[in-house]
């Protein structure tokens, strides 16, 4: 990204996996990263998130953070239009976050109750609103063969 053009979604998530990649020296990685991940294996899915990602420390508990990315107002007033869309892969989150390069795209009082804020940038991310807990679904088989596809699929593009 040059510095005259918008960050793009794909710039977004090369900012999250940063976040979330950090290994600890003596603990190895804490989480696993995966971006499109699909609500079911085959021809089941009905939707896709952005990234999820599991920690897999048991400080942790062992969470799914979910996140839609999100890079501009009006993509942003689109998914406000059908907060239904991002349940496919949110019931089995326990956490669910919205991430954007700029924090003027989501009003805080506009996130759904459950949701967390966070914004990330090219050298910093920054927590607005903390995704609270949710009561997660058990996660499916064929949830977790998508999100195993998409941790294989990410890990081998390295990017």
Known sequence: MDA????????????LRRRYTAVSPGNGPRYVFATHVRSAAGF???????????????????ELHGHEVKVSRS??????????????????CDRWWVVVPDASIVKT?????????????????????????????PVSRS????LMRAAVRTANAGA
């Open 109 to 137: 009082d506009e996130l759904p109750v459950d949701w967390g804020l966070l914004v990330v940038a090219p050298t910093r991310a920054r927590t607005v609103r903390q995704a609270p807990k949710r009561e997660a679904e």
């Open 143 to 146: 949830f977790m063969a998508a």
């Open 44 to 62: 089941d899915a009905m939707r896709t998130a952005d990234a999820v990602v599991m920690d897999t420390w048991r400080s942790g508990r062992w």
């Open 75 to 92: 993509d942003w007033l689109r998914e406000l239009k059908d907060l239904g869309k991002a349940e496919a892969v949110g019931r089995f």
């Open 4 to 15: 005259m053009s918008a960050p793009t979604e794909a710039d977004v998530l090369a900012w």
